[in-house]
């Protein structure tokens, strides 16, 4: 009930935040009766992308990030201010101005897969993929709203890259199929529109078979070394380059994802759409391209964010979207363009690594199964089953607690008692019952505010344990993500075009604002309550 309460007071609040926002979009429309609305809406979604990279690899970015860097609204304390730093919940809140607990998509394993009517065309038997899990609208939707003649294409390598941004909404969504072209499900289509089989039949992806990744900078221009050992465990043993495309076909086309060159494929396809679909060609009217680049999460998670991988799989970005933009300027021209650019989350290096860039020399790897293994025993004595319980992702879900009120047992009592043993492990920052953080100030409180911002009080998710800073669980081998922590969530937020005040702003800002600033500069309504808050300073003045 409290977290109902809030978020229709904190819903309200924001309503009235875009109306007065809307209202000056409208006056600058309206200021000499000339200035028309963009005619193309170009979302872009990096996987993987750490806010610092930009300034990390600034003197070596030349196109596609330098141009919205310079030429855009930059936010470099952008924030996915959720807990769970994963791709699905950080796709799900980028064109949602809300976050994961309205969503309802709160982790990767409760994407978008597993679900009914939704077999994937071209997939193998079982394969399946839709929003179903998703709760409410998107950007996408207002836009519709405002004008039923909007049209949208939503591209990307990973289907929930490609599924979240746009919500439940039905059409053009489209995903890398592992054969070397994009598919999508029967929740859109019945079958691939023919657009769509001509840009697969052509075999575009047959060209990188075999083909090398090599820096496509002077080897001088990288500081990170290319002979770091530990970076095998995650890589398969190759960790120097040059690293090689398979020179069979079927293992190329399988692999293709784990090479910079899956971003450029991504592109390729996009920039067909815009024109097969004919986006951004009507005057009056807005059309929304959403793509997701997730080649970084590939590499990143193989070699780390101190890798001169990362560093070149960066460079590559940049060049990429270079000539991607280039290309939509020369379709569409720029004064038809608002473009937004954002990460799903970040990245921490390698507790076993003691990085050169990132803080982690205290790093710990935890271990917490001998305390679980005691919390069990002591469901036991008290004649508790411990299905009843489970532990993900550092929380405890009480998954039937019928069973402990059938023993007579406190549930939260017990689960304090587990609390106490599990933060005199080395690496645990804190532990958290849901009943705590429910009362918690969440202003300054930033991890118990990403917590709530996962789950409302009244769910099965009892107990949260956060890890201290660059800490990993044992489990993980290879780089990764998921904390609560700035590391995880700290990611870029970039707005550059048409209605765009150029700026670097150093106030922090949240994932979840984008789509309601978006909103604002293109003159739309959201269509229910939401998390996130126009940033004013991004829009231009009338």
Known sequence: MIE?????????????????????????????????????????????????????FGADLTGGLRRLHDGGAFYPLGFQDHAITETAPGHSTTLSGRFPVHTGITMNSLGVNDVPDAEVIGGLKGESASPFRFRGTTLVDWMRAANSETRWLSVSRKDRGAILPVGKSKGDVYWYDRMGGFTTSRYYMKSLPSWVLSFNAALPASRYVGKPWTLLLDPSRYPEPDSVGLEANASGGDYTFP????????????????????????????LRGVSELGLGTVRGRTDVLA??????????????????????????????????LDSLIALRGADNLIIALTGD???????????????????????IDQPWAAFRQKLLAQRIDTSAVALEKGMVIVTNPRAFSAARA???????????????????????????????????DTIARRWLHMFTPQSEVRLMISLEPYSYWLSSKSPTHGSPNDPDANVPIVFWGAGVRPGVHREAARVVDIAPTLAAILGVRPLEPIDGQVLRAAIAQP
């Open 410 to 444: 406190d549930v939260d009592g017990l689960l304090r008692d587990f609390a106490r043993d599990l933060i005199r492990v080395q690496g645990v920052q804190r532990v958290d019952l849901m009943t705590d953080l429910a009362t918690a100030d969440t202003t300054r």
């Open 345 to 367: 989350h970040g990245v921490t290096p390698l507790p076993m690594l003691r990085s050169q860039i990132y803080p982690n020399g205290n790093a710990k790897r935890v271990n």
């Open 291 to 324: 793509v997701s680049l997730s080649s970084t999460d590939a590499v990143g998670h193989r070699w780390g964010p101190d890798s001169r991988e990362i560093h070149d799989q960066i460079v590559r970005v940049d060049r990429y979207l270079g000539a991607f």
């Open 243 to 270: 690293h090689v495309m398979p020179s069979d076909p079927d293992r190329a086309m399988a692999v293709l994802p784990n090479f910079p060159y899956m971003d450029e494929l991504t592109l390729q396809f996009a």
């Open 4 to 56: 109902t309460m809030w978020w229709r007071v904190r819903g309200l609040s924001v309503l009235l935040a875009m109306a007065t926002a809307l209202g000056c979009a409208m006056a600058q429309q309206g200021a000499g009766g000339q200035a028309q609305r963009p005619r193309l809406l170009v979302f872009i979604t990096v996987d993987q992308m750490r806010a610092d990279y930009f300034q990390r």
